[in-house]
C-alpha cells in the first residue's frame, strides 16, 4: 500500500529541497526531508557522519529512515538525498517523482546561488567535479528507472515545476 506522499529524487544540487518546500506551501501538505530526519537522529551534520563513520553506515541510515517513513508518514511532500533511490522498497513510501536535470544545469544552479560554497562544502560527494560527474552519469539512468514521474527542471523557475507536479494530481 502507498501513504501517498511525494517522494522527490535525483541528483545534488538539482533543488529537492527547495521545490519541496515551494510544494508545501503551494499544497498545504506537511514536509520532511530524509537529510534532516538523518541529522537529528544522529545529532550530527551529513558531512560528519561521512567523516567518522563513513558511508555505508550513512546509506544504513537512509534504509532505516525509509521504513520509518513507510510506517509512519502520510500525505506528506518528502524531499531526499541523492542516494536515497537507492533504499529497497522505495515505492511503499509513496509517489516518486524524478527531477531531471543535466549536470551543467545543476553546476549553473549551484555556482549561481549567493552561498555556492557551503552548499558545495556540505555534500560530500560533490568534492571533486569529476567524481560528482561520474556519480551523475551511473545515476541517471537508476533515478529514471525508479521515478513515476519525470520532471524536468533545467531553466525552469520553481513556480513552473511546482505547477507541472501540482498537475499530475497526485
Ligand atoms: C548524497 C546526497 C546528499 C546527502 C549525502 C549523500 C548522495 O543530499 O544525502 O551527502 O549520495 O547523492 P543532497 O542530494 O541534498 O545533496
Redesign the pocket.
Known amino acids: 500500500m502507498r501513504n501517498n506522499n511525494i517522494v522527490l529524487i535525483g ?3 538539482v533543488g ?2 527547495t521545490i519541496a518546500r515551494a510544494l508545501i506551501q503551494k499544497t498545504k501538505r506537511f514536509g520532511v526531508d ?2 534532516d530526519l538523518i541529522e537529528s537522529m544522529e545529532n550530527e551534520k ?1 558531512k560528519t557522519i ?1 567523516e567518522e563513520k563513513g558511508e555505508p553506515y ?1 546509506r544504513k541510515l537512509e534504509k532505516k529512515t525509509a521504513k520509518w517513513l513507510t510506517c509512519n508518514v502520510q500525505n506528506c511532500i518528502i524531499s ?5 533511490y537507492k533504499v529497497p522498497k522505495i515505492k511503499k513510501i509513496g509517489t516518486i517523482i524524478y527531477l531531471k536535470s543535466s549536470f551543467d544545469g545543476i553546476l549553473n544552479r549551484i555556482k549561481s546561488c549567493e552561498n555556492a560554497e557551503q552548499k558545495l562544502a556540505k ?4 568534492q571533486d567535479e569529476q567524481r560528482a560527474i561520474k ?1 551523475f552519469k551511473e545515476r541517471a539512468p537508476l533515478y529514471q528507472k525508479k521515478a513515476d514521474f519525470v520532471i524536468d527542471v533545467e531553466n525552469k523557475s520553481i513556480k513552473q515545476i511546482v505547477n507541472e507536479i501540482i498537475k499530475l494530481d497526485i
Not at 531526499?80 to 536515497?84: A, C, E, H, I, N
Not at 555534500?123 to 560533490?126: A, M, S
Open positions: 541528483f545534488m544540487g529537492k529541497g530524509t537529510d551529513i561521512f550513512f531526499t538525498g541523492g542516494g536515497f555534500r560530500p560527494l560533490f556519480l
